[in-house]
């Protein structure tokens, strides 16, 4: 009597999903977009009129190049599509170009490439445990795990209303993840790599997989008791790891090297003179320093995708004027990990509400409003209700300050959005909203990070008693 | 706990849906001088603020009745009114006597679309959710599936909050929904209260009367004419008077007010059909000018007899027989008569035979599905002139998937799934089909399903990309409407078979769902 279709085969259900976001996605494209949407436009253009050696050089428009290569490319291709619909937009003059078939092609470019996201998260959905899985098509966590990464929020409002690509890049991440739970660790590694070199944020992540691979890949065996054996380290594997990065590094780096650009490119990267800098290596290094305090432990996959949360939460929580749209970093993978088990779901649920909620000023025009309330609405209820729905028969997922918590964010919504605009304090302080809502969610994020982290130390090697 | 938060799911999902359509174009957007249904609406609103009660359906130096003239029953007005006050308290120059015409601005439209937003949100929606709850024999995910599907029915959406029609048609079909509930119900008096409403606020509810009025008298006449039935025979008659009274009042003063607002409703000077609708009478018109052959009271007549004969049957058989199920076909079969031979039809009157269809599809998705999405093939032309193509698209492309998923297609094109069992046993013992033909029965709708399916994908592709011959500049719109009207017709015969060889609400079942 399931009223999912059991009667048509157990992908349609996955392929309704991926269809129907991809929907909403068209319905979005006449939203109100963001200067990324310029930035992006502008990078089209550079990369299709101007040659290689002037990419990183260019500087007609403020918003220069400042991806690594591979993401130049990625636009070089994508602009050779975007001369069908209208050339004007590739000339590197025309700032701020904008008419409807830019929006139609820019639009339509970022709902494309997010087939590979989809193509992720069907892989992902594979590496869930699926024993403690009811009938009820509904119930089973790769169903969930669909919905929660498919139907994201903050992904569908940041790539599809704000406007980025961070699909493709989710994708890809996620796609590397799958790999190396599946064992598929070179292509884990190759895919990761890749990712680098679309968009270097991403390199806060980087001491996860590099511990990672490691501990699972270069010692081949390991004790009885979960730490390391010593003398099963492989060479070859390290090198042939060493070789993968290196080979993606050389293409992507390549050119600029030949062309002795590359103290340019890097400047453009990491550009010191914002003071990212300080903020840029400090949590890595802390990040470094949770990993390798307990590197002996992690075990297996799940372990790895712990480690690789907490070094992207925590980069988020050190580098505070990274974006808050960097919290997607952690929000994603957090998501495989909270339908296998209750605790999990519980941080999860917080962080995953918090950070949403955090994506708010990002889509500050009026139009926008009910939209971003809905979405947000749509999926913190499905979210919340449905984990609650697998692990009832386990404990509650919050307990009642949680709840509050949780709660109390609806009146500071109503507040920041519909009862400020009317008060005297908007023209004296107006950045009082923005001010909320930052000190309301760090507190929701710092609670998560800091549980995560209990949860890493004082929670059993994972790896051992689970099976793949 | 469950079915409250797929129900939420589920009206947060088409709220949704409505907002994002309501972001693209309305009609009449930037198109001087006479703009569209969206100028009507803030004329109504402009001219129910500046002007008295008395003027608003009267011709005169402030009301130009030329310029949109209100010409829906006195509901309409109201509501208008009531958006008026807010209108008149965000911007007064929204609703300016005179000077706020062609006005249009990003925030103005906001303030439209909002307003319809929230009258989809407090009566259409509610109505949705409350129906799909009450459906009975199914499990609370089949509930909520036809809750969605119901909700993301691509014509409504498009209409409302895309083109944006000057009478809210969520209002007046929420109404009439309520009306059903109520009466399905056995909440008679609240029932027929409602349907009241929803007739004082578009007089095209009228093609939703006759079942009602069949269904009512039905009951009477089963609780029998001597006691219970005459008593609730002439409670509803005060209900129904009671109603329009108080939403006349205003107009009941004097006679000549009356007479004006009912000649605003019913322009029997304007003919037996206005541009192209999906109507016999227009498809006709192909082959045999009838508007200049006939004098115009014979139109009338005729359009009256075949109306009325056609939907004579299955009314007649709910009057002898009332239940619920009976009911919600009957209303799909009237208004569907109506809407093909009646006077004076817009092609957008479709949504009144769209919305009892709703109401049966989950008694049989494949039918239902199938005519919800030619129903809303049949406003392309409409929806193309408003720059609703992308909108278009997605919403049916959501719609096809939603019942796709949840209503698996080919096993619901099966003798008992279409639910000819009745009948196809009835052909086999009355010979008035020749034997051999009945287990094809089934295959024969699937073939024209993909037919009609494939002529409809072929003419909306042509219609976007190609330009129409110069000496036939309405090719494309005429042939939408011509092959709408034929599986129209072939949906009135089927939904005319179900209902008279309907077995399922006789004797022979106890309960009545």
């Known amino acids: 009597m399931a009223a999912l279709g059991t009667v048509k085969g157990s992908g349609s259900w996955f392929s309704s999903l991926a269809l129907g976001v991809t929907l909403l ?5 006449p939203t109100y977009h963001s200067t990324d949407f310029e930035v992006h436009r502008n990078w089209l253009a550079i990369t299709h009129s101007l ?3 002037q990419w990183y050089y260019e500087a007609t428009s403020e918003w220069t190049l400042d991806y690594p290569p591979f993401f130049a490319w990625f636009e070089y291709v994508l602009s050779h599509v975007a001369k069908y619909f209208d050339q004007e937009m590739l000339n590197v003059h025309n700032l701020n170009y904008f008419n409807s078939r830019t929006l139609l092609f820019q639009r339509f470019s970022v709902i494309f490439t997010d087939v590979l996201f989809v193509y992720a998260v069907h892989e992902c959905c594979k590496c869930v445990d699926g024993r403690k899985a009811s009938k009820e098509l509904t119930e089973k966590p790769k169903f969930i795990l669909s919905v929660l990464l498919l139907w994201n929020f903050g992904l569908l409002i940041v790539d599809h209303i704000h406007f980025q690509y961070n699909g ?3 994708g890809l991440m996620l796609l590397s993840i799958a790999r190396l739970f599946q064992k598929r660790h070179m292509e884990g590694a190759f895919f990761f790599a890749v990712l680098l070199h679309f968009k270097h944020i991403y390199v806060y992540v980087a001491p996860a997989y590099g511990i990672y691979l490691l501990r699972s890949y270069c010692f081949t065996a390991s004790k009885p008791d979960g730490s390391v054996r010593w003398n099963s380290f492989s060479f070859i594997r390290l090198i042939s790891l060493g070789l993968i990065v290196f080979l993606v590094s050389a293409l992507s780096l390549g050119p600029f090297l030949a062309l002795n650009q590359l103290p340019q490119v890097f400047s453009r990267l990491f550009p010191f003179k914002r003071g990212l800098c300080h903020a840029y290596w400090a949590p890595n290094f802390w990040a470094l320093y949770n990993a390798v305090d307990k590197v002996l432990s992690i075990i297996g996959p799940r372990g790895f995708l712990r480690c690789l949360i907490l070094c992207a939460l925590s980069s988020f929580m050190f580098g505070w004027h990274v974006h808050e749209k960097a919290i997607l970093l952690a929000i994603l993978p957090m998501s495989l990990l909270s339908v296998e088990k209750a605790g999990d779901a519980s941080i999860f649920l917080i962080l995953t509400t918090t950070g949403h909620y955090s994506l708010f000023p990002l889509l500050f025009t009026t139009p926008e409003l009910p939209i971003k309330i809905l979405l947000m609405l749509l999926f913190t209820i499905y979210s919340i209700s449905s984990l609650m729905m697998l692990f009832r028969k386990e404990k509650p997922l919050f307990n009642w300050m949680e709840t509050f918590y949780l709660l109390g964010l609806a009146p500071l919504e109503v507040c920041c959005e519909f009862v400020f605009p009317f008060t005297s304090w908007r023209l004296k302080y107006p950045f009082i909203p923005l001010l909320m809502t930052s000190v309301y969610c760090a507190v929701g994020v710092t609670y998560a990070w800091f549980r995560l982290y209990v949860s890493m130390l004082t929670g059993p090697p994972v790896g051992k008693t689970k099976k793949q | 706990m469950e079915k409250w938060y ?18 693209h174009s309305y009609s009449g957007a930037g198109k001087p001088p006479l703009f569209g249904d969206y100028e009507a609406q803030r004329h109504w609103q402009e001219v129910t603020f500046n002007l008295p009660v008395r003027q608003w359906y009267f011709n005169s130096s402030d009301n130009n009745l030329q310029y949109w003239g209100l010409d829906y029953p006195p509901l309409t007005a109201y509501h208008s009114l009531l958006c008026a006050y807010v209108a008149e308290h965000i911007n007064p120059a929204w609703v300016a006597l005179h000077t706020s015409r062609g006005h249009e601005s990003p925030a103005h ?15 259409y929606i509610p109505a949705v959710v409350l129906y799909c709850c009450c459906l009975k024999e199914i499990s609370t995910k089949k509930k909520a599936a036809s809750a969605l599907c119901i909700l993301l029915y691509p014509g409504l959406i498009l209409i409302d909050h895309g083109h944006f029609q000057h009478t809210y048609n969520s209002v007046s079909l929420g109404l009439a929904l309520w009306g059903v509930l109520g009466v399905s119900c056995d909440w008679d008096l609240l029932g027929s209260m409602a349907f009241c409403l929803a007739l004082n606020y578009k007089q095209m509810e009228l093609y939703h009367s006759v079942p009602f009025f069949c269904f009512l008298l039905g009951k009477c006449f089963q609780k029998g004419l001597r006691g219970k039935g005459l008593g609730l025979l002439v409670q509803l008659a005060c209900t129904v008077a009671a109603s329009f009274t108080l939403c006349w009042l205003p107009f009941l003063t004097e006679r000549e007010q009356s007479l004006q607002v009912l000649r605003r409703l019913f322009p029997v000077d304007r003919g037996l059909f ?19 052959l006939l004098p115009r009271d014979t139109q009338i007549l005729i359009s009256f007899c075949v109306t009325f004969l056609s939907l004579l049957p299955t009314c007649i058989k709910l009057t002898l027989r009332p239940s619920p199920r009976g ?22 009157s479709i ?8 109401l049966v599809l989950h008694e049989i998705p494949f039918m239902s599905a199938w005519f919800l999405l030619v129903s809303t093939f049949s406003l392309l032309p409409l929806l193309l002139r408003d720059g609703l193509l992308l909108p278009s698209a997605a919403t049916v492309a959501a719609f096809c998937t939603a019942c796709g998923a949840f209503f698996p297609a080919w096993g619901a094109a099966s003798e008992e799934a279409l639910q000819l069992g009745a009948f196809v046993a009835a052909a086999r013992k009355r010979k008035f089909l020749p034997r051999w033909s009945l287990p094809f029965l089934p295959r024969v709708v699937r073939c024209l399903f993909l037919a009609s399916v494939t002529i409809m994908v072929l003419l909306t592709l042509m219609t976007v990309t190609l330009d129409p011959p110069r000496k036939l500049p309405d090719l494309f719109s005429v042939l939408v409407c011509f092959v709408s009207c034929l599986n129209f017709l072939f949906f009135l015969v089927y939904f005319n078979i179900i209902i008279m060889w309907d077995s399922k609400n006789g004797r022979n079942r106890k309960k009545i769902n």
């Open chain 1, 25 to 29: 996605k068209c319905l979005l494209i």
């Open chain 1, 51 to 53: 040659p290689l050696s």
């Open chain 1, 168 to 170: 493709f890049l989710s």
């Open chain 2, 6 to 23: 797929w129900m939420a799911v589920v009206v947060l999902m088409g709220l949704t849906v409505r907002w994002t359509v309501s972001l």
């Open chain 2, 109 to 123: 439209k906001l303030f439209m679309r909002a307003t319809v937003f929230i009258a989809d949100l407090m009566i």
């Open chain 2, 274 to 292: 206005e541009d192209k609708v999906a109507n016999v009478w227009c498809s006709f018109s192909v082959f045999v000018k009838m508007k200049d």
């Open chain 2, 327 to 348: 009911f919600r076909f009957t209303l799909v079969s009237c208004a569907l008569s109506f809407f093909l031979f009646s006077f004076q039809v817009h092609e957008k």
């Open chain 2, 351 to 358: 949504l009144l035979v769209a919305l009892p269809v709703c």
